[in-house]
DNA sequence: GCCGTTTTCGGCCCGACTGTTTTCAGTCG
């Protein structure tokens, strides 16, 4: 299997965290970790890219060098410089740098004083009271680890962004009633809409003297106060979620929320813009002279930089800033421009509602039209509809069609794409319905090529017009199988087909940067919610925020057309 | 190690909190 490039942002990334333990020019190591974001964040895999005989260094934070080692390590799978540097500073290090507190410094002194190099080596050593007595570290300290080594796992955890709501909702309502508290607001990656969150961030506006902070740290979902200031607090809540709170007068209100909304590398780049003109900003506001020129809404900062507004899903620094500069940001898809909802289940599989309750519950969300697309029958599991549950289904929907007068049910199906290629039902059966939506149940192990190919001739099928959640992944629990989604993307578009974006929370799959690419091929999408009952039709608009984070305008989105053009683009040519 | 609307050399974002210090280094976001 050719070397991903999560691998190979791993490799650059250990690589910078043993190099700032041998005290290596921080900008140096900060290119390795630039350019381990950069290479993570891409759409196309460097291996990809070196076959087609592409230059890497033309990729942000890739020069000459960096160009050359990626290629050395999709070539042989290694990086030599970090081999090199490993034989001097054990791997196992950079492990101990995920303990929260400590740093290269510290895990350095650890490792050269008390030759620890593992959590194992570190608990022993802090258990007997040996790490007070290194120089710059104390009894605080020492207790510390000891209490965060008792969660650690080395692995990082990131939370679905659905689970981050349910977890925020009575924190901000609880922070709400806080007197002097004007406006509570989550901002970081929960705010740019990110598929999963690590920690969030909470920024206050209050006035001066608001009793914000000790209210905080007093939520009794608090497990762990892990700092306590006048303007910023952290916390661990008893879930295992990292909160940050900070606290803001309105003037500095614009610039806090673009500080703490992010990304950093979306900061960082700004900050230099600022600086090129010679302004600073920080969290207060943007300043020349230290005299603050602007900071009370987040389009003056952005104007005062020379820049249009960037949405906060797009602050990635992917692009977003020159796209501002030029004027030339996409007009991102909103939830009100979503007609309708292609991809559902009902009771008839293994949905939780009847066909009229979905139709109900979509007519109230203001939809034109809903497109029920039970299963078919090799997902037995699912209860998959055969040749005559398919047939009742239609006769059902007409029905129905029948009845309703302000929304239009569309007979649809979740068909199987079988092993070799073919569709779960017969042609004659698939060719009476309004669209097929065709996803892979089974197989997922194929081989990248076979499983393209699966793919590609499951779509020369004139009945095929929607791959449903292209890559099979779920969020935390099963990564996407072997694919190469450009040719498919490509395929599809050559044959008038589409790609969704199932929104189910779990799955977001395309990925935003998946979606970036179906921009840039041409290829439009549905997004789509998968609803299995009718709260589920909700998830809808975590489709659309998957979506904005990969730049689609309502025009790439092919359920925010009317009825009947829908139709048409539905009619394969 | 990257990068260029002053630059191919000399810059590279900025502030808060903690603990161990007696004025600041380390870490974090």
């Not at 029958?377 to 239609?394: F, M």
Request: charged share 30%; proline share 2%.
């Amino acid at each position: 299997m050719p070397v991903s490039n999560t691998e190979i942002a791993m490799l650059f990334d250990r690589l910078a965290d043993l190099l700032e333990m041998e005290d290596a020019n921080p900008f140096r190591v900060r290119a390795y970790r630039n350019a381990a974001r950069s290479i993570g964040d891409y759409s196309s895999s460097m291996a990809d890219l070196l076959a087609q005989h592409k230059d890497l260094s033309t990729l942000p934070g890739i020069g000459k060098d960096l160009a050359e080692k990626i290629r050395t390590i999709v070539e042989t799978g290694k990086l030599p410089l970090l081999e090199e540097v490993e034989a001097h500073t054990p791997a196992a290090l950079s492990e101990l740098m995920k303990i929260e507190g400590l740093g290269p410094k510290r895990v350095k002194a650890l490792y050269q004083q008390l030759h620890i190099t593992s959590a194992e080596d570190l608990e022993r050593a802090a258990r007997s009271g040996k790490l007070r007595e290194l120089k710059g570290f104390g009894k605080k300290i020492e207790e510390k680890i000891l209490l965060r080594l008792e969660h650690f796992s080395g692995l990082e955890k990131r939370i679905r962004l659905l689970d981050a709501e349910v977890i925020v909702k009575p924190l901000l309502a609880w922070l709400q009633q806080t007197r002097g508290v004007k406006e509570v607001r989550v901002a970081g990656s929960f705010r740019r809409r990110r598929e999963t969150v690590g920690d969030l961030d909470i920024l206050v506006t209050a006035s001066r003297g608001s009793e914000v902070m000790d209210r905080f740290v007093r939520y009794d979902q608090v497990k762990e106060v892990i700092s306590s200031g006048k303007t910023r607090s952290s916390v661990i809540l008893r879930t295992g979620l990292h909160v940050d709170l900070r606290v803001v007068t309105q003037a500095s209100q614009g610039a806090a929320l673009c500080y703490f909304t992010g990304s950093k590398a979306h900061n960082i780049a700004i900050r230099k813009i600022a600086v090129s003109k010679g302004y600073k900003i920080n969290e207060y506001g943007v300043f020349k002279n230290d005299r603050r020129i602007a900071g009370k809404t987040e389009q003056d900062v952005y104007r005062q930089v020379g820049l249009a507004y960037i949405e906060p899903e797009l602050r990635e620094n992917r692009g977003e800033i020159e796209a501002a500069r030029k004027n030339a940001l996409p007009e991102l898809v909103r939830l009100e421009d979503i007609r309708g909802d292609l991809h559902c289940h009902t009771r008839a599989t293994d949905g939780h509602n009847s066909l009229e309750e979905m139709a109900t519950a979509a007519r109230a969300r203001g939809y034109e039209y809903l497109a029920i697309s039970d299963h078919s029958r090799h997902l037995t599991v699912a209860h998959g509809l055969d040749r005559k549950g398919l047939l009742s289904e239609i006769r059902q929907i007409d029905r129905l069609n029948e009845k309703l007068d302000d929304i239009v049910i569309l007979k649809a199906i979740e068909v199987d794409i079988l092993e070799d290629g073919t569709l779960d039902l017969p042609d004659s059966l698939l060719g009476q319905l309004d669209l097929v939506v065709a996803a892979v149940h089974y197989k997922f192990n194929l081989p990248r090529r076979k499983q393209t190919e699966r793919i590609i001739r499951a779509m020369d099928n004139p009945c095929f017009n929607i791959l449903a959640h292209p890559t099979g992944r779920l969020i935390n629990e099963r990564a996407a199988y072997e694919v190469d989604l450009e040719k498919i993307m490509t395929a599809a578009k050559e044959r008038g087909c589409f790609l969704e974006v199932n929104a189910q929370p779990a799955r977001l799959d395309l990925t935003d940067s998946d979606c970036k690419l179906a921009k840039d091929t041409g290829v439009k999408v549905a997004i789509s919610s998968d609803a299995h009952s009718i709260g589920n039709l909700d998830y809808m608009r975590f489709g659309v925020d998957q979506a904005r984070r990969g730049w689609l305008e309502a025009d790439d989105i092919l359920n925010t057309r009317k009825e009947d053009e829908l139709r048409k683009l539905l009619q394969r040519h």
